[in-house]
């Protein structure tokens, strides 16, 4: 199914990267959705400078970025745009899309494999396997924490050939800040912990969650813990998983499947809100 999005309707739609990636890992979602009119961009984590390469060689101002200031930074990059954009966002990037629509930002939101908000009490064994280099260690809560191939592997590339695995690693792995992962490990223990989200609100943007089955970061059964528990708002959400994908589905093989989906997804609920806004005009 094509977009039906026209020259003249042109969206934004902003990509948001998730831990331990640099935004080039969306270079194919980019390509796909830019070519679907849609007027796409990848910023960056605030502190996040340079390419992958100067990133690994000096990741010194990361020391101490939290979920809150990376929050504020998108916020900041959403307002100065001419209308609300898509956000899509994936693993962090996707937990940053839920507390985006909850601040009322946003025309349409998708978080792909989505870091659990507060109030996911549970979680998997893999998923605290793939977030061991940041919370297994307290001198790097507030540092700077680095993976090796084989965490790389393991967390985001575990369906990839080692060859393809290294190449994963090479292009698109940056050192990351364990501040994010203290915050998210222990939000369940404050009150109003930075990755706290409404999940009854009722005039937040429609929502998309999306799971991949054998993704060792995010299990496909945490994403769809969480779409329930937007469960008692009457905000529109919507949940979908794909069978054989791991944690980084869009540069994975049938990465073209994921992005049509959304695609169609967006179509649906652009259209919605289209005709809802015509409505109240009229």
């Not at 930002?105 to 998997?124: C, N, Q």
């Not at 912990?193 to 945490?222: N, Q, Y």
């Amino acid at each position: 199914m094509e977009s039906t999005h026209t020259e003249g309707d042109r969206i934004p739609l902003m990509l948001i990267h998730g831990a331990w990636l640099a935004a080039n890992s969306w270079e194919n979602f980019a390509q796909y959705f830019g070519s679907r009119n849609f007027v796409v961009s990848a910023p960056e984590w605030p502190r996040k400078e340079g390419d992958v390469e100067e990133l690994r060689a000096d990741a010194e101002e990361l020391k101490g970025l939290g979920i809150t200031e990376i929050v504020d930074h998108y916020e900041e990059q959403i307002r100065a745009l001419d209308e609300p954009p898509v956000l899509i966002g994936h693993s962090f990037g996707g937990l940053i899309v839920e507390l985006l629509l909850d601040r009322g930002l946003g025309r349409a939101g998708v978080a792909m494999s989505p870091a659990p908000p507060k109030g996911i009490l549970v979680l998997p064994f893999s998923s605290l396997k793939a977030a061991s280099p940041a919370l297994a260690h307290p001198t790097k809560w507030h540092g700077v924490v680095p993976l090796s191939l084989e965490e790389f592997t393991y967390g985001f590339v575990n369906t990839f050939s080692p060859e393809d695995a290294a190449a994963a690693y090479e292009r698109y792995a940056v050192p990351e800040t364990g501040q994010i992962f203290y915050e998210a490990g222990f939000a369940n223990f404050h009150l109003h912990p930075p990755t706290e989200v409404h999940f009854k609100k009722e005039d937040r943007a429609p929502l998309l969650i999306v799971g991949a089955e054998i993704d060792h970061t995010v299990p496909a059964s945490l994403a769809k813990k969480q779409y329930e528990k937007y469960e008692g708002s009457p905000a529109a959400t919507d949940y979908v998983e794909f069978e054989g994908r791991p944690h980084l589905m869009m540069a994975a093989e049938g990465w073209e499947e994921i992005a049509a989906s959304i695609d169609n997804w967006l179509d649906g609920v652009l259209d919605a809100t289209a005709v809802s806004t015509q409505g109240a005009s009229a």
